[in-house]
Nanobody
Framework: QVQLEESGGGLVQAGGSLRLSCAAS????????MGWFRQAPGKEREFVVL???????FYSDIMKGRCTASRDNAQNMLYLQMNRLKPEDTAVYYC??????????????????WGQGTQVTVST
């Protein structure tokens, strides 16, 4: 069982930055791949970045070059630093963990634990 809790969302002007955090409980965090996803109103949840248990990352094109994912396995924490934010980045951002499987996945359905999400709103 893994529990996740995101924080750090808020209202920011276009061009600004935010750092999201995700606190995880459970012993499997350190050996599991993690992902950040987002969901805008009326749209499907979409992949932002995954970070493997060893810290390797894979970014989607939607925020590539504008965000950096990191993790601290000793503290059971996951982070997403977002820069040069745009209004179209407005969404609820979720962290998720995938506790099974041998290969990386960008698919929502492959992640079996999710946080409750944190709202990010980017104003013009």
């Amino acid at each position: 069982q893994v529990q996740l809790e995101e924080s750090g969302g808020g209202l920011v002007q276009a061009g600004g930055s935010l750092r999201l955090s995700c606190a995880a409980s459970g012993s499997t965090f350190r050996t599991s791949d993690m992902g950040w996803f987002r969901q805008a109103p009326g749209k499907e949840r979409e992949f932002v970045v995954l970070i493997s248990w060893s810290g390797e990352t894979f970014y989607s094109d939607i925020m590539k070059g504008r965000c950096t994912a990191s993790r601290d396995n000793a503290q059971n924490m996951l982070y997403l630093q977002m820069n040069r934010l745009k209004p179209e980045d407005t969404a609820v951002y979720y962290c998720a963990v995938r506790t099974y499987g041998r290969f990386w996945s960008t698919q929502v359905a492959h992640y079996n634990y999710w946080g409750q999400g944190t709202q990010v709103t980017v104003s013009t």
